[in-house]
């Protein structure tokens, strides 16, 4: 822990001596006592309210390419920079979430060597209606926010032809294995959310629904390592935020038409289309998107069980073929009533048919490593899934400047069934079958899920600097939440009776399980500003109630708890480019129903898995500390953090004396991770953009299990590169390299992992068109491998899918704009007639 508090302390000392550095260099800077000023605020267009970590910077209009200075919009979208040379510039204006803005020819006299811009508005997507701006897009490939990081899909040119797990791979912090499991910072425990909200196509199979939505529907990837009291609580390690593209136009009236196509080796195949149509007061949408993937993958696996000697190693080889379709769409619209009124609806709709065809050789051994018996498994698995999300949106703007009122509803839904057939073989030691009776049996699965919820949020100012251009010095916000879900999980098994030829159902295995949970919540969160200062403290407070039942056995579980969730953020500024960020967080993790459901699955008849009813929610206090500077092109950031977790949900193995494990999520005392964060975004030339980053942490489990002491520790490290690089008039390059150490479970390791991919794309008609190639895994490394040691057993695994792949995309995007017309502001006017000169 010390050293890793060193590590921080370094890296936040070297940011701040850098800062200092600067400073200095600039007080000795020669301005013959011309005090220059130029300050303005940055607000959204739409609904006025300040954008906070804005970016303005000013460059020379002789050489566009050289920056003079720069600095970043404080919380209430103020910036103001100073002691420059007299001249002529041109203003860029970049935030997340937002086109790069140009104001040129901005003139700072001798006469005049203080300049207001006054409110600069920006508006979020393509549009953008003020004369004075022109609009590029031109977004950083990597924004950070106040208390997130903001991943711009669009400048991923992954983005023309992966899904969304592809381009998770190139977001800092976030990891995600070959099995597509997804972890943050380490943790698997994270919450995702699409466009801020909690998805019903996500209950389910969460990775088999981020496979099937392409990049290119995707507008940003938003990560919240420590989310304030007004976010949802779950989510160990915070929260993965994906926001959907809405398909909005660059003009008032127009159109908006993509369409994409891409295909890779091994029969991997994607369409995806979009629509939006723009009138008045109302922005139309739509996209649709198919996917055919076919997937390869294998495994092996070793165990020693030291509970037996006649059952002591079990050896097991694996080779699946995955053939997998999924149809994806969303249509919704923005209304605009009025100034003061804005209703938006959307639906989305998800539907997926995977097939899988599993082949799997199981050899046993005594100690003195002699075969004991051999069997081959085959599994025939047919799944399908469908599910629809609605959601409803209404925004009131009150006559006070920054109240307003948002209520939102959400209906989600979603079906999935099952049919699987599996044939066990007995072989002799040369692989050739005992008999001519396998056992035979088929798996039936209907699970359901449904959930409601409604929330409102009301943004109250306290204090507003009318003085200073309507600055908002502080407020608060009130909200709650209601959320109500039900999930129905039906298994049956059915075996082959050989003297009837009739298959027959096993009642002592049959499953149904009922699970219900109801959460209400209510929040409340105090902004205030002082100088430089600024701090946030909220409060959320959920009561949950639930009630679970084995149907077939007839068994109930009741569970309802009272939980609180205090949130504390302060931040300190040192100079315009370099702030102090702290912030700490509560926050919970709830058991999922098939942690919960008792019900034992025996689709491997050796490695069986099986729910915890009596398992209780995990709790996690997270402190983060972290210091923001941003240099001319380029912004630094770094951060400690630390978790402590109570009543850690983690899954636990036991093997028998038959050689058989079985797998079971149990509470363990407490896990503390804590380590340190480095992220570097910006340009290193007009061509060449990188995003780096890298964490260093330790992870600490402790507790015991089944009367088994668990003392469990370890370090571990990864690290990203993505470097784009645009050659003019020829083509763009993305290298994107990820790397992750040695990781700590309850019972043993999982493996390191490493994938480098390379993609090329070339644009034509004005960046209408654009055709790409792409590498994934061009090492061809990417694997999923773990280790496990124990008093009573050993487990060795390894797991790969499709290794290195080719990808080859198209695509073309069509639409209207109306002319932009330009035109220098009045006093700009005047002093160019009156200067006549530059500095």
């Known amino acids: 822990m010390r050293y890793l508090l060193s590590l921080v302390l370094v890296a936040i000392l070297s940011v701040s001596l850098v800062a200092q550095d600067l400073q200095e260099a600039n007080r000795k800077k020669d301005l013959s006592g011309v005090k220059t000023k130029l300050a303005g605020r940055i607000i959204d267009f739409d609904s006025g309210n300040p954008i906070e970590a804005a970016t303005v910077q000013i460059f020379s209009t002789n050489d566009t390419t050289k920056l003079v200075k720069g600095t970043a919009t404080d919380k209430d979208g103020n910036f103001v920079i100073a002691d420059f040379k007299p001249g002529k510039y041109e203003v860029r204006v970049s935030s997340i979430g937002y086109n790069t803005s140009k104001l040129k020819e901005v003139f700072v006299s001798l006469e005049s060597p203080e300049v207001s811009l006054g409110d600069i508005k920006i508006k979020a997507g393509d549009e953008f209606v003020t004369s004075e701006i022109t609009v590029e897009a031109e977004q950083n490939f990597m924004e950070m926010g106040v208390d997130k990081k903001v991943f711009n899909v669009e400048k991923d040119i992954n983005s023309e032809s992966g899904s969304v797990t592809d381009v998770l791979k190139n977001v800092p912090s976030v990891t995600i294995d070959s099995d597509g499991r997804i972890s943050l ?226 209906f989600s839904t979603s079906n999935e069934k099952g049919d699987i057939n599996s044939n066990r073989q007995y072989m002799n030691y040369n692989s050739i079958p005992v008999n001519n009776t396998p056992n035979i049996q088929k798996e039936y699965l209907d699970s359901k899920y449904r959930s409601f919820s409604v929330q409102g949020d009301y943004v109250h100012p306290l204090k507003i600097d009318e003085a200073h251009g309507f600055k908002l010095v502080s407020k608060f916000e009130l909200g709650f939440r209601s959320q109500i879900r039900n999930t129905d999980d039906n298994y049956r098994l059915d075996t082959l009776n050989y003297s009837t030829n009739v298959f027959n159902t096993d009642a002592s295995v049959s499953n149904d399980f009922s699970y219900n949970e109801q959460i209400h919540a209510v929040y409340g969160t105090f902004e205030d500003k002082i100088k430089r200062f600024g701090y946030q403290i909220g409060l959320r407070l959920e009561q949950t109630f639930t009630k679970s039942e084995q149907l077939v056995t007839s068994q109930n579980y009741d569970n309802s708890y009272f939980s609180f969730f205090p949130s504390v953020f302060v931040k300190q500024g040192l100079s315009d480019d370099f702030e102090l960020q702290a912030s700490f967080t509560r926050r919970i993790n709830r058991p999922s129903l098939w942690s919960l459901n008792p019900f034992v699955i025996r689709t491997d008849p050796q490695n069986l898995r099986t729910g915890n ?211 220098k502001p009045q006093q700009q006017e005047e002093n160019m007639d009156r200067e006549g000169q530059e500095f």
């Open 185 to 410: 910072r380490g943790s698997g425990n994270v919450k995702i959310l699409i466009n801020g909200k909690p998805s019903g196509l996500l209950s389910t199979d969460p990775i088999g629904v981020l496979e099937s939505i392409p990049a290119n529907t995707v507008d940003r990837i938003e990560i919240i390592n420590n989310p304030s009291a007004k976010y949802d609580p779950e989510g160990m390690s915070g929260i993965i935020n994906i926001v959907l593209k809405k398909g909005k136009t660059e003009s008032k009236t127009g159109y908006t038409y993509n369409l994409s196509l891409n295909a890779g080796t091994g029969d991997k195949y994607n369409l995806s289309t979009g629509l939006s149509y723009r009138t008045g007061k109302w922005n139309l949408y739509g996209n649709y998107s198919y996917r055919s993937f076919n997937m390869d993958a294998s495994g092996v696996s070793r165990s020693n069980n030291f509970l037996s000697d006649s059952m002591f190693a079990l050896n097991t080889s694996s080779n699946m073929f995955n053939k997998m379709r999924s149809h994806f769409g969303t249509v919704g619209f923005d209304f605009d009533i009025n100034k003061e009124n804005y209703l938006g609806m959307s639906l989305s709709y998800s539907n997926r048919d995977r097939n899988r065809n599993e082949l799997t050789n199981y050899k046993n051994f005594d100690k003195l490593l002699n075969p004991t018996f051999f069997y081959d498994m085959h599994v025939a698995d047919e799944e399908t899934e469908d599910g629809i999300d609605a959601n409803l949106n209404y925004k009131l703007n009150f006559n006070k400047k920054f109240q307003d009122l948002t209520i939102s509803s959400q």
């Open 613 to 823: 009813p009596d398992l209780k929610p995990e709790y996690v206090n997270g402190v983060e500390v972290g210091a923001v500077k941003y240099f001319t092109a380029f912004t630094l950031t770094s951060s400690v953090f630390y978790r402590l977790t109570t009543d850690v949900i983690t899954r636990y193995s036991v093997f028998d004396s038959n050689g058989v494990a079985t797998n079971k999520p149990e509470n363990l005392s407490q896990a503390r991770n804590y380590g340190v964060e480095l992220i570097g975004s910006g340009s290193l030339a007009k061509w060449w953009n990188v995003n780096a980053s890298a964490s260093y942490f330790r992870s600490e489990l402790d507790g015991n299990i089944q009367s088994a002491e668990i003392d469990n520790s370890g370090y571990s490290w990864t690290a990203k590169l993505i470097s784009n690089m645009s050659f003019k008039d020829l083509f763009d390059v993305q290298l994107s390299y990820f790397y992750q150490g040695l990781n700590v479970t309850t019972q043993g390791t999982f493996n390191p992992m490493q994938s480098l991919d390379f993609t090329v794309k070339k644009d034509f008609l004005q960046k209408r068109m654009s055709i790409g190639f792409r590498i994934r895994d061009l090492l061809n490394t990417m694997g999923f491998g773990f280790s496990q040691s124990t008093s009573t057993f050993t487990r060795d695994s390894y797991r790969r899918r499709d290794g290195r792949t080719f990808f080859l995309t198209f695509t073309y995007r069509i639409g209207t704009d109306d002319k932009k017309q330009k035109r």
